[in-house]
């Protein structure tokens, strides 16, 4: 045998290898491009109405930063559209119960006094989220509370910790239906 022969034998003999190999990775990455994400959203909802969350706190910015929290998590991470509550699939309605801006967590010792360092928003409400096609409640909590901790005198960064902990247990409970 030469070397010659030797060689074309391999080479003919690679072509088959190199073409199925060529043929599966095309398969596969063809495969790969007809599977996509499209949001964590409920099935069959494809439409939500958010009513204004009663607030029975005496902090009155709470119901527009809950209902704005709120209206964006439903539709960015669930991919929900707006829509008014007579024509929506699901109804969102809640009330913010509880609102304790000023709870120390951690103090520090000084010479005649005890400073605070660290303070904590907590935030409690009672949710629904209602499939209004099926006319039953698709997830509720009572007391549905968190916190959020902030350096005094930041509050604000407190409660807008304390308010996406709460969103994000609303979407988690939401897509725990499905």
Known sequence: MSLRWSWSIRLRCSIPRFGAGAV??????????????????????????ILPFDNQTAEPALTKEVNDAVLEAFQRRLGLRLAGESNADAVV?????????????????????????????Q?????????????????????????GNYAPPQE????????DKLVNDLVDGAQSQW
């Open 93 to 121: 309605r809640g009330k913010v119960v509880r609102y304790d801006p000023d709870v120390p967590v951690a103090y520090q010792a000084g010479q005649q006094r005890t400073d605070v360092t660290q303070r904590q928003v």
């Open 24 to 49: 599966s990775a095309l398969a596969v990455a063809a495969s790969g491009c007809l599977y996509g994400f499209a949001g964590g959203g409920l099935p069959n909802i494809k439409t939500v109405a």
């Open 156 to 163: 604000a960064a407190g409660r807008r910790v304390a308010l």
């Open 123 to 147: 935030i409690t409400i009672d949710v629904e989220i209602l499939d209004q096609r099926e006319g039953k409640t698709l997830w509720q909590r009572q007391g549905l509370s968190e916190v």
